[in-house]
């Protein structure tokens, strides 16, 4: 790799290049939208780029733009199929126009723990799962774990009724708006770069997500406080376009497909640890974390979990036992 300055042309545009890659190795950029460090994806995704580029110097190199600095997660998916991007980590609730069977992780309160979850993802049948968008050009590589997810809200969150009547942010995810309209409450899809504004405004009342997300884009500085739920997964389906996987040389797409493989293990047993960082830090700012006993856990489970049946027929009831009956 030859400048840390060097530019390269993407699509007519002109941007900087992270990485320094040289005229010679195939470019990967990899594109995503929460903080460059300090986040499983943000740090998973450094990993693999520092790994590329140390053991495929000469071969391939790799750019990582992170904060939706160059693509939103729905542009991403294009930008991919046209070959401006070669990887991202769209959240598994992104896919819906590309398959309907990813919805399986979308439903509330599917994985008891974040162990069952990480056990979950790297099992056979999870990979399976992703060529379910082979279809539609795309090659998933694996999952990246985020964690598990948290409500906030302008006011405080004990009892679902709590809920009752505010508006949610949610991503693009009709599993989400169902389960935000069992707790009688409305959801907006938005992106996830207008989170925080939403919030800040008051476009929406509240919003859910891991930990990391919450402290690494500041959402708990304009709400109430979050409510320790656990309510959902946040993880990530790694893709490539088939077309960039096949025109790849079969001994560089081995090394590159191996690299792949070891860094989203090593990052993903890493991802309980982070999260507990976040929770810690969002404390340490004074933020309030709300902890629920058992037996007020079980109601927002009850009002919540129903909405499986409306999506069994997408996913599979088949499909849904299996990753239920998880153990870690
Ligand atoms: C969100 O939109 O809330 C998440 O998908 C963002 C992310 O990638 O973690």
Not at 224 to 233: A, F, K, L, R, S
Request: aromatic share 8%; hydrophobic share 40%.
């Amino acid at each position: 790799a030859a400048s840390a300055l060097a530019m390269c042309v993407v699509a007519g545009q002109a941007m900087a290049d992270p990485a320094g890659c040289d005229g010679e190795e195939t470019v990967i950029r990899f594109s995503h939208v929460v903080a460059a460090s300090g986040h499983p994806k943000g740090d998973a995704a450094q990993l693999l780029a520092d790994r590329i580029n140390e053991q495929m110097e000469g071969t391939a190199c790799m750019e990582v733009y992170p904060n939706s600095t160059l693509y939103d997660d729905d542009k991403v998916m294009e930008a991919l199929l046209l070959g401006d991007v070669q990887l991202a980590a769209p959240s598994l609730s992104k896919f819906e126009a590309y398959t309907k069977k990813l919805r399986l992780y979308d439903l509330p309160f599917l994985f008891s723990s974040l162990d069952t979850a990480n056990a979950y993802i790297g099992s056979d049948e999870a990979k399976d799962l992703l060529s379910a968008l082979e279809s539609e050009g795309y090659t998933g590589l694996g999952y990246i774990m985020s964690g598990l997810k948290q409500f906030s809200a302008n006011k405080p969150l004990e009892t679902p009724e709590d809920a009752a009547g505010l508006k949610f942010r949610v991503q693009t995810s009709d599993v989400a708006v169902a389960m935000i309209e069992a707790l009688n409450a409305s959801a907006q899809k938005l992106a996830f770069k207008e989170v925080y504004g939403a919030l800040q405004t008051g476009v929406v009342d509240g919003q859910e997500n891991s930990w990391c997300n919450i402290y690494t884009q500041k959402f708990f500085e304009v709400q109430d406080g979050i409510t320790e739920t656990n309510h959902q997964v946040l993880a990530y389906g790694v893709i490539t376009s088939q077309e960039f996987l096949e025109g790849l040389d079969e001994e560089t797409r081995s090394q590159f497909l191996k690299i792949v493989d070891e860094t989203l293990a090593e990052a993903n047993n890493q991802v309980a640890e982070k999260e507990g960082e976040c929770r810690q830090s969002i404390m340490d700012a004074g933020g309030t974390i709300r902890e629920l006993t058992p037996e007020q856990r079980e109601a927002w489970v009850s009002t919540m979990k129903p909405v499986w049946q409306q999506f069994e027929g997408d996913i599979g009831a088949d499909v849904i036992e299996n990753a239920a009956n998880t153990s870690a």
